[in-house]
């Protein structure tokens, strides 16, 4: 089993910065595709950006620009920088995860959830 642990959100004023954190630990198992996705109070989870393994990466219209995703492969972690924040980017922030299991099978994983809120 994988668990995926994030941290790094909280309360923001617009115009600020915040940097998410997601660690993957368990046994057996190495990281494909990771990415974080968002869900806004009364809205559908959307992606907002993700990164293979090899460090190729693709955002949302929304998020080019303004947030940075990265990954340290020696840690399984992977990390959101989000600068410029608005309002809009208000939502609970979940960490995805592929990865392969005892190099047999592949499984998707999905963070608790962290609420990132920017005020204007």
């Known amino acids: 089993q994988v668990q995926l642990v994030e941290s790094g959100g909280g309360l923001v004023q617009a115009g600020g910065s915040l940097r998410l954190s997601c660690a993957a630990s368990?046994?057996?198992?190495?990281?494909?595709?990771m990415a974080w996705y968002r869900q806004a109070l009364g809205k559908q989870r959307e992606l907002v950006a993700a990164?293979?393994?090899?460090?190729?990466?693709n955002y949302a219209d929304s998020a080019k620009g303004r947030f940075t995703i990265s990954r340290d492969n020696d840690k399984n972690t992977t990390y959101l920088q989000m600068n410029s924040l608005r309002p809009e980017d208000t939502a609970v922030y979940f960490c995805?995860?592929?990865?392969?299991?005892?190099?047999?099978?592949?499984?998707?994983?999905w963070g608790q959830g962290t609420q990132v809120t920017v005020s204007s």
């Open positions: 995805y995860a592929q990865v392969r299991l005892w190099g047999v099978m592949n499984k998707e994983y």
């Open positions: 368990g046994n057996g198992f190495s990281v494909n595709d």
């Open positions: 990164i293979r393994n090899a460090g190729t990466t």
